[in-house]
């Protein structure tokens, strides 16, 4: 059974930061991309960050690029999301994905296989 279960969402004032994770199990990990996507309250959901297989290549939505970071441990079949320099405009349902391999990187949620639940982020101006 693929789990994908997040953790470290809350509360912060903007400029702020978090770091999210994502611990996966049931699955090769390693064969697997990962990306985060995030919901905002009454909108679609959305692309904030990809990381390919290995680690060694990362993608961004422009309106996170310079204060987002994404990394992984295959060691540990996790996944991070710091956030810093949060804005009012970063609050929402942020999702972590998983993708069976394919050459180049997905950007596209419904590209997306297997998904964790959840973990909300709130930023207070």
């Known amino acids: 059974q693929v789990q994908l279960v997040e953790s470290g969402g809350g509360l912060v004032q903007s400029g702020g930061s978090l770091r999210l994770s994502c611990a996966a199990s049931?699955?090769?990990?390693?064969?697997?991309?990962m990306a985060w996507f995030r919901q905002p309250p009454g909108k679609e959901r959305e692309f904030v960050a990809v990381?390919?297989?290995?680690?060694?290549?990362?993608d961004y939505a422009d309106s996170v690029k310079g204060r987002f970071t994404i990394s992984r441990d295959n060691a540990k079949n996790t996944v991070w999301l710091q956030m810093n320099s949060l804005e009012p405009e970063d609050t929402a349902l942020y999702y972590c994905?998983?993708?069976?391999?394919?050459?180049?990187?997905?950007?596209?949620?419904?590209?997306?296989?297997?998904w964790g639940q959840g973990t909300q982020v709130t930023v207070s101006s």
């Open positions: 994905a998983a993708k069976e391999f394919v050459y180049g990187l997905m950007y596209k949620a419904d590209e997306y296989k297997w």
């Open positions: 049931g699955l090769a990990f390693t064969h697997y991309h």
């Open positions: 990381i390919s297989v290995s680690g060694d290549r990362t």
